[in-house]
């Protein structure tokens, strides 16, 4: 069965850290472009941070840049989203999704999400 668990999600005070994990079942996720996502109440899903086969090259949105780090651990078939100097603005459900193209078919896998509240 495909499947992708988050989990890290919790309670921090602003500047604080916090890592999260994507564990991936039932396919290779270092074969996928995986991305993490955010949604915070009232807003559209946005786009966190990508990394992308074959090179592991990682993109990120302008607001945690220097902040967020994405990576992958191909023996635990996993990937990670460390966040460091957190803001209450990067409060939201973070998901993790994988994709790629198998010929004609598009694999498009998403994960339940975590919550991640920043707040004093």
């Known amino acids: 069965q495909v499947q992708l668990v988050e989990s890290g999600g919790a309670l921090v005070q602003p500047g604080g850290s916090l890592g999260l994990s994507c564990v991936a079942s039932?396919?290779?996720?270092?074969?996928?472009?995986v991305s993490w996502y955010r949604q915070a109440p009232g807003n559209e899903r946005e786009l966190v941070a990508r990394i992308t086969t074959p090179h592991d090259n990682t993109n990120y949105v302008d607001s945690v840049k220097g902040r967020f780090t994405i990576s992958r651990d191909n023996a635990k078939n996993t990937v990670y989203l460390q966040m460091n100097i957190l803001k209450p603005e990067d409060t939201a459900v973070y998901y993790c999704n994988a994709r790629r193209w198998v010929g004609l078919r598009h694999n498009n896998y998403w994960g339940q999400g975590t919550q991640v509240t920043v707040s004093s």
């Open positions: 039932g396919f290779t996720i270092n074969n996928y472009d």
